[in-house]
């Protein structure tokens, strides 16, 4: 079976939980605890962090755009990086923006602060950083709110890697409960869309011992 080892908050891994579904492509959880460090993890991944996707055939692939990228090729029935030049490089640009901007700016101020640090006893949340992931959200949502009122999906006509990647940040922050989703309706219904696919289903089950995720967190509707 092919293995995706994770942890079920890191939004890197949900990207690429979020492509094997939405190709239809069968796969097996592993949760890694990153911060044990287990020497059979390293071997599959000497910077040891997650995703890291073991394939049946025993190729092992490493960082979630490495990932991505190799089961657009691989799998194209469903193409997500788009199918024409253009388009394959305003998905880079917009995958680029959440995994590198979006990334800096909010979820590791909140995502980092608030669970991770807890998780691998770094102590408490800096104030500083937390002040600075919530003052950085609202014009990135009102940026994906323009993309989505501009576009039928963010990088054009069709559900690309750019929609599961910005998708796969906000359900990781959203299940923390620090998305505030009035600061933005059409980010908002974007977002309900992306979470009323059927591969988003397994995210919307995802629990995390010792947080509870907010009553509108499953809900289709909000």
């Not at 576009?151 to 599961?164: E, F, K, Y």
Request: charged share 25%; hydrophobic share 40%; with cysteine.
């Amino acid at each position: 079976m092919r293995i995706l080892y994770h942890l079920p908050l890191s939004p890197y891994a949900r990207k690429v939980r979020l492509v094997l579904s939405e190709k239809r492509i069968p796969f097996e959880l592993r949760i890694e605890r990153v911060w044990e460090r287990r020497e059979e993890f390293l071997e599959l991944n000497a910077a040891c962090t997650v995703p890291v996707l073991v394939e049946e055939n025993g190729l092992v692939l490493a960082d979630s755009y490495p990932i991505c990228e190799y089961l657009d090729e691989a799998y194209p029935d469903v193409p997500l990086l788009g199918r024409t030049l253009g388009e394959r490089a305003e998905v880079r640009r917009l995958v680029a923006w959440f995994d590198g901007k979006f990334a800096r700016e909010v979820t590791g101020n909140l995502l980092y602060e608030k669970q991770m640090k807890r998780m691998m006893g770094r102590g408490n949340p800096d104030a500083g950083a937390l002040r600075a992931g919530y003052a950085n959200l609202k014009p990135h949502l009102d940026y994906l709110g323009w993309l989505a009122e501009t576009r039928i999906w963010l990088a054009g006509n069709t559900l690309s890697l750019a929609d599961l990647a910005a998708a796969a940040h906000l359900s990781s922050l959203d299940y923390i409960g620090d998305i505030d989703w009035s600061l933005n309706d059409a980010a908002k219904d974007w977002y309900a869309r992306v979470k009323s696919r059927p591969a988003f289903r397994p995210l919307l089950a995802d629990r995390v011992s010792g947080v509870n995720p907010p009553p509108h967190y499953p809900d289709l509707d909000f």
